[in-house]
């Protein structure tokens, strides 16, 4: 328990650092476009006038381009297609494999539910509710932000609510003599302290859950004043961090070596205690509960997909229009075609590769490299390109700190390299194990 959550907390505090990275780099993108675009505009000698997000959401490829090349362009590219893809392949399976498990067809694998769709006739099962996310994420992922909200918001709220019954109940269940929980048929031993042989997917899992770095573009876009953009990103970091604590550890005490991949499963058990309650005669108001929670994945899935398939509209967008992006931006035409054929690739190709845990896997560590190398090596180069195009002895910004020093900059990079080098490792170790 506490090594996760002292992993969380270390990627939590350096993401936010480097999400600021990628604020003070869009700063300086704005001041050097205005200047080329405006040979007669003199830039003022208090930087921080004309160093700030105004008009445009600088997407990080476009920060790339700017400032250190189209080599390091296409890699950030080849890295956020994977990171983003596999995140939203991980939405697919989700969505799949907790309907497979919860809702039976008469049509299909004999009308059983599939705890495991790798079993025969489950495949069919989950391939069809791959086709039903297909029908409303496609749609849903070409809508804007802005059409989207009041869904948004609702499912946020369902999220929340889901969220305080799972903590309650488990919290609960482990403080009280009365147990919530049917666990008599399973060996259950309380969750160490630290495990340091899961180190590499508790790191992996830590940096997926808390990557913001690529979607700093989607964030800044529908903010009226940009200004707070630094406040509204650390702001999301410290209720996700709460948040992840809380649920982290009122579920591992309550099931401690028992607690399942995915945790929302743990409440197939959920019987509302009692003497006697078993799952099979459980009240009605359990059961309720019960299936509430093991659906809790469909309605975070659909809250999530259509933002990750956004996030990669957005970059693909900026990789083929470069400085014409802003206006393929504002074609609803252009915009929609990239969404939607954004949508469809990460549905075909979980279709087909179907193991979440590798999935996650793969895509936290790539996350690693975006959130923790890209970023500073970006401020890096765009301080020292923004003083010699402006001819500027400062040009620090409203997101400048003591870590956007060139030490900071490169130990965050190091550390960055040395834990994708970790996790690679060990995840290469894993798939042969």
Known sequence: IALGLFLLFIVTVTFNITCAYEAEVMCRAEAVVHQRLDRQHQIQQSPEEDLKIKHHAFSVVELCEIFAGKGVRQ????????LVIGGSMSNVTIFADSLSAQVPLPFLNGGSVCLEHHSPGCYELYLFYVLVMACWAIPLSVMDIQEMAILQVTLT?????VAIVMVATAIYSYISPDKLFDLSDVHVEEAPMANYGHFGPMLCTAAY???????VTIIVQPLQNKSSLGRVIASGYVCSFVAFCIFGISVALAFGSATAASSNVNWQRFTGGGEGVTIENRPIWATLISDIVLIFPV???MSAFPLNIHNLATNLMAAVYHDRVDRAERDKTVRKFFRGVSAAVPLVVASLITKLDTILDYSGTVGILLAMVIPPYLSYVSERGTKELLDLR?????YTTIFSRPPFLLVVAVLGFTLFA???INNIFKGFG
């Open 75 to 82: 890699i950030y590219i080849i890295l956020v297609t994977i």
């Open 157 to 161: 709220l369902a999220r929340i609510a």
């Open 209 to 215: 859950t808390q990557l913001l770095n690529s979607y």
């Open 299 to 301: 309605i975070d899935v």
């Open 394 to 398: 400062s040009v620090n910004t409203a």
């Open 422 to 424: 970790a996790a690679i």
